[in-house]
């Protein structure tokens, strides 16, 4: 099963940029698709990118408004997010999860199966 391992995370102001980095190892990482999902205190996870296995087509949650990107490497087996305009709202556990390769994007949690322990996102305002 493949191992997720999430970087980057940090305390940042408001309008201010950060690049999450998931490293990982121990399956084949061009054969999954990869997701970044976020939990703040006191809500549930949601939803904020992924990317397909093949194409790598692209899809992002409504409510990042652009500001989010989601990439990969292939050859690091490394995905990424590049955060920019961040805002307090942002702030929560940003975790990365693997899934089986598929055409279309799945937005829910339980279609992932292996996921990061998750690095820690603080916006001050």
């Known amino acids: 099963q493949v191992q997720l391992v999430e970087s980057g995370g940090g305390l940042v102001q408001a309008g201010g940029s950060l690049r999450l980095s998931c490293a990982t190892s121990g399956g084949t990482f061009s054969s999954y698709n990869m997701g970044w999902f976020r939990q703040a205190p006191g809500k549930e996870r949601e939803f904020v990118a992924a990317?397909?296995?093949?194409?790598?087509?692209?899809s992002t949650a409504d409510s990042i408004e652009g500001r989010f990107t989601i990439s990969k490497d292939n050859a690091k087996n490394t995905v990424y997010l590049q955060m920019n305009s961040l805002t307090a709202e942002d702030t929560g556990v940003y975790s990365c999860?693997?899934?089986?390769?598929?055409?279309?994007?799945?937005?829910?949690?339980?279609?992932?199966?292996?996921w990061g322990r998750g690095t820690q996102v603080t916006v001050s305002s």
């Open positions: 990317i397909t296995a093949n194409s790598g087509r692209t």
């Open positions: 999860a693997a899934g089986p390769n598929g055409w279309y994007i799945i937005r829910t949690p339980a279609y992932y199966n292996s």
